[in-house]
Protein backbone atom coordinates (compact mmCIF):
# COMPACT_ATOMS: atom_id res chain seq x y z
CA UNK A 1 0.00 0.00 0.00
CA UNK A 2 2.91 2.40 0.71
CA UNK A 3 4.54 2.16 -2.32
CA UNK A 4 1.19 2.43 -4.76
CA UNK A 5 0.43 5.99 -2.06
CA UNK A 6 4.40 6.93 -2.65
CA UNK A 7 3.84 6.09 -6.91
CA UNK A 8 0.41 8.38 -6.94
CA UNK A 9 1.37 11.43 -4.77
CA UNK A 10 5.21 11.14 -5.83
CA UNK A 11 6.76 14.68 -5.73
CA UNK A 12 6.03 16.66 -8.56
CA UNK A 13 6.87 19.95 -9.89
CA UNK A 14 5.61 23.26 -8.31
CA UNK A 15 4.49 23.97 -12.31
CA UNK A 16 2.30 20.68 -13.20
CA UNK A 17 -0.95 22.02 -12.08
CA UNK A 18 -2.13 24.75 -13.89
CA UNK A 19 -5.50 25.62 -12.63
CA UNK A 20 -6.98 24.85 -8.47
CA UNK A 21 -9.72 22.04 -9.55
CA UNK A 22 -6.79 20.18 -11.15
CA UNK A 23 -5.29 20.09 -7.30
CA UNK A 24 -8.30 19.52 -6.14
CA UNK A 25 -9.43 16.35 -7.88
CA UNK A 26 -5.88 14.61 -8.16
CA UNK A 27 -5.63 15.14 -4.31
CA UNK A 28 -9.28 14.50 -3.86
CA UNK A 29 -9.43 18.02 -1.40
CA UNK A 30 -12.71 19.23 -0.65
CA UNK A 31 -12.98 23.49 -1.23
CA UNK A 32 -15.11 25.85 -0.07
CA UNK A 33 -15.20 29.82 0.29
CA UNK A 34 -16.52 31.85 3.58
CA UNK A 35 -16.04 35.21 4.47
CA UNK A 36 -14.20 34.58 7.88
CA UNK A 37 -13.26 38.25 8.56
CA UNK A 38 -15.55 40.20 10.42
CA UNK A 39 -15.48 43.92 10.01
CA UNK A 40 -15.79 46.28 12.76
CA UNK A 41 -15.73 50.08 13.24
CA UNK A 42 -12.77 51.17 15.77
CA UNK A 43 -11.10 54.41 16.15
CA UNK A 44 -8.16 55.07 14.94
CA UNK A 45 -5.96 57.41 17.04
CA UNK A 46 -4.48 60.70 16.48
CA UNK A 47 -0.96 59.76 17.19
CA UNK A 48 -1.40 56.75 15.03
CA UNK A 49 -3.08 59.14 12.40
CA UNK A 50 0.09 61.30 12.14
CA UNK A 51 2.67 58.55 12.47
CA UNK A 52 1.26 57.06 9.00
CA UNK A 53 1.32 61.00 7.33
CA UNK A 54 5.17 61.04 9.00
CA UNK A 55 6.13 57.95 7.22
CA UNK A 56 4.25 58.62 3.75
CA UNK A 57 6.15 62.22 3.74
CA UNK A 58 9.39 60.76 4.29
CA UNK A 59 9.28 59.64 1.13
CA UNK A 60 10.92 56.25 2.12
CA UNK A 61 8.19 54.00 0.32
CA UNK A 62 8.47 55.29 -3.50
CA UNK A 63 12.04 53.52 -3.52
CA UNK A 64 10.31 50.26 -3.88
CA UNK A 65 6.71 48.18 -3.37
CA UNK A 66 8.85 46.51 -0.58
CA UNK A 67 9.50 49.61 1.05
CA UNK A 68 5.53 50.68 1.21
CA UNK A 69 4.71 47.84 2.44
CA UNK A 70 6.77 48.34 5.49
CA UNK A 71 6.39 51.68 6.18
CA UNK A 72 2.37 50.83 6.76
CA UNK A 73 3.31 47.82 8.76
CA UNK A 74 5.90 48.96 11.17
CA UNK A 75 3.48 51.54 12.39
CA UNK A 76 0.90 49.10 13.29
CA UNK A 77 3.04 47.01 15.02
Request: proline share 4%; glycine share 4%; aromatic share 14%.
Given at each position: ?12 P ?18 T ?45
Amino acid sequence: MISSWKEKYAIQPYNSHKRIDEVLGEFGINYTEQTFIHISETQVPDYFKSEIDLTLKEGVYKNSEYALCETLIYPTL
